[in-house]
T-cell receptor
């Protein structure tokens, strides 16, 4: 099955860019997702990318996909304190089932 | 549009007791998922329903966990008997035809 790995922690200064990285093993994942989880809340979909795309930009968010290296990244421009949360990457196949990474705790310092 | 509702939000039980969680998905969403999220880990799929049928329950510990979705709307997840390692947040999610799964706030279970 799919295995998804992420670094556990990232700290950035307010206003800087954040880059959260993820690697996955299953090249048959049709879609790759980024979810955000704030304390005590469920997961919120931020963005997703089809596996036949290299890049997707959505306002402050940029997703890069390197299929050869099975590497996915999420860049958040002009990071704000409200962006502090846990970010999960996930792979999904045809059944829409998701396999999540262990999450990256993003801390934005003032 | 109302989101996915879950109850209770918190539950504390002793090991070997039973517990049940309830989920009400977004109206019209045919697919419902239950995930287990252990502290410090990502959610892990336990079971997926399409209407009132099970699509995948391969990761559900069937000796102690059960789930049902009668009438294809609400769902309940039960643990009987609970073990210490069942302490986790249980997340319910629903989806329609699109790619996005909408998650509820979760039920935090503590087994003492």
């Amino acid at each position: 099955g799919e295995d998804v790995e992420q670094s556990l922690f990232l700290s950035v200064r307010e206003g800087d860019s954040s880059v959260i990285n993820c690697t996955y093993t299953d090249s048959s994942s049709t879609y790759l997702y980024w979810y955000k989880q704030e304390p005590g809340a469920g997961l919120q979909l931020l963005t997703y990318i089809f596996s036949n795309m290299d890049m997707k930009q959505d306002q402050r968010l940029t997703v890069l996909l390197n299929k050869k290296d099975k590497h996915l990244s999420l860049r958040i421009a002009d990071t704000q304190t409200g962006d502090s949360a846990i970010y999960f990457c996930a792979g999904g196949g045809s059944a829409r089932q998701l396999t999540f990474g262990s999450g990256t705790q993003l801390t934005v310092l003032p | 549009e109302a989101g996915v509702a879950q109850s209770p939000r918190y539950k504390i039980i002793e090991k070997r007791q039973s517990v049940a969680f309830w989920c009400n998905p977004i109206s019209g969403h045919a697919t419902l998922y239950w995930y287990q999220q252990i502290l410090g880990q990502g959610p892990k799929l336990l079971i997926q329903f399409q209407n009132n049928g099970v699509v995948d329950d391969s990761q559900l510990p069937k000796d102690r966990f059960s789930a049902e979705r009668l009438k294809g709307v609400d769902s309940t997840l039960k643990i009987q008997p609970a073990k210490l390692e069942d302490s986790a947040v249980y997340l319910c999610a629903s989806s329609s035809e699109g790619l996005e799964q909408f998650f509820g706030p979760g039920t935090r279970l503590t087994v003492l």
